[in-house]
């Protein structure tokens, strides 16, 4: 019914690179058919819509920090529902990702007819008072250096002689959990912003190096 007049996407949906099994059903196993409030709306809300067939993730929303865009805004943000290109259905390659909104450049375009910003190339909706509500911290690094602390590596450290190599791999994700945290920090196994922390890759490190 759906695909009288969306036959494109439901095409999109079946060709896609990497599919989305969650997908592979009926378009109103996410989508209301009747008009709604929300746009593009799903048939709850963005993010219940996903949890009742993904309960490990739905375990996530216990944890006591959550990330602001995964559970109270839209799974969609980051992953593309009606599959996509990537591993994990993922909107964007590596830190990209997440530079979307941590980013100091603001990527972020008002749409003026519609009332939105969009992020990832039009790809992604968000109500126009987005940044200022919720505020994300923009990191302020330089040739991928100054986070967690000044001169930081967030970027794969590679060859100078053989950008190719990558000779230590890091990135937002060797730090952070996308979804969740019991810590403040959204840091990896739920860990608190100290020296263990640190430790967990300096073994020995004392003070500051
Ligand atoms: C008679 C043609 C027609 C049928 C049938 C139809 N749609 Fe649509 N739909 C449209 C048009 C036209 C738009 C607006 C243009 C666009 O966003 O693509 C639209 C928009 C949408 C949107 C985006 C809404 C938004 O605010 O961005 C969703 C989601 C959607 N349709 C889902 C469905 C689902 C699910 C079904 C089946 C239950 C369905 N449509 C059946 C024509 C149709
Ligand atoms: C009707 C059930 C269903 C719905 C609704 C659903 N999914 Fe899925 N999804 C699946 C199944 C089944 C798989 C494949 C098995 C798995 O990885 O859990 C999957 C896989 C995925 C994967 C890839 C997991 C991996 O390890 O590669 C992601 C990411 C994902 N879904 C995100 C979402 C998001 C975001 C939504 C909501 C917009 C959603 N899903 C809604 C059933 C669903
Ligand atoms: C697994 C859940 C899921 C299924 C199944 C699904 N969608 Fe969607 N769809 C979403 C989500 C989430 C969004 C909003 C965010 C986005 O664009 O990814 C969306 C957005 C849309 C939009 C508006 C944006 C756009 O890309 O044009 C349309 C139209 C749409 N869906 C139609 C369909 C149709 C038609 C089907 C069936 C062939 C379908 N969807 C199946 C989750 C789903
Ligand atoms: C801020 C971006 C972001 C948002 C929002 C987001 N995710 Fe994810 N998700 C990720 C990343 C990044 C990964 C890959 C993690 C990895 O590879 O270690 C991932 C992985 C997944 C996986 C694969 C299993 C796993 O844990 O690796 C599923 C399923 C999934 N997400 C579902 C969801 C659902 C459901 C929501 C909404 C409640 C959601 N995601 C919201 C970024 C996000
Ligand atoms: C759609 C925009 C958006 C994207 C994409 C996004 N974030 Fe966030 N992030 C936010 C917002 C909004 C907050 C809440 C701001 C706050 O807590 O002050 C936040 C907060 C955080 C925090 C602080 C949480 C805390 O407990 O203090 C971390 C860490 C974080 N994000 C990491 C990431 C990582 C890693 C990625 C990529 C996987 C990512 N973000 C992608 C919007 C985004
Ligand atoms: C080497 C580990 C590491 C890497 C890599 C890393 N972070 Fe962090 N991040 C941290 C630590 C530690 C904190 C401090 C958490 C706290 O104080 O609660 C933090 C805090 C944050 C915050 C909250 C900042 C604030 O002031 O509240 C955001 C947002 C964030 N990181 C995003 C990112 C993004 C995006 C990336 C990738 C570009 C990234 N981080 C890479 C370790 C890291
Ligand atoms: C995920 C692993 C990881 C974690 C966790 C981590 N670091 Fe690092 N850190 C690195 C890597 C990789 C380098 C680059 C080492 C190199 O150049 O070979 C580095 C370099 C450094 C440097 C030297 C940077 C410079 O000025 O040249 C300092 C200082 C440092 N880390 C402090 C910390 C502190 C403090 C923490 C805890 C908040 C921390 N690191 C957590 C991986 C990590």
Redesign the pocket.
């Known amino acids: 019914m759906c695909v009288m007049c969306h036959g494109e996407l439901a095409k999109q949906i079946a060709t896609a690179k990497v599919q989305h099994p969650g997908a592979a059903g009926d378009c109103t196993d996410c989508h209301s058919p009747h008009a709604s409030k929300t746009p593009g709306l799903p048939k709850t809300d963005a993010v219940n819509i996903c949890l009742q067939c993904h309960a490990d993730i739905a375990e996530l929303a216990k944890k006591r920090n959550l990330h602001q865009p995964a559970f109270r805004q839209a799974c969609g943000i980051c992953h593309d529902a009606h599959g996509g290109e990537r591993a994990k259905l993922l909107r964007a390659e590596g830190n990209q990702l997440c530079m979307q909104c941590h980013g100091t450049e603001t990527v972020a375009k008002r749409v003026e007819s519609e009332h939105v910003l969009t992020i990832f190339d039009g790809k992604v909706k968000l109500p126009e008072d987005y940044l200022v509500r919720n505020r994300p911290v923009r990191l302020n690094l330089r040739y991928g250096?100054g986070h967690?602390?000044?001169?930081?590596?967030v970027y794969d450290?590679r060859d100078p002689l053989d950008q190719s190599k990558i000779?230590?791999?890091?990135n937002c994700l060797?730090?952070h959990q996308p979804h969740s945290s019991a810590a403040k920090g959204l840091?990896?196994k739920d860990q608190l912003?100290?020296?263990q922390?640190?430790?967990?890759?300096?073994k020995g490190?004392i003070g500051?190096?």
């Open positions: 250096l967690p602390t000044a001169k930081h590596p450290i000779m230590t791999a890091i060797s730090c840091l990896v912003a100290n020296l922390f640190c430790r967990t890759c300096h490190m500051g190096q």
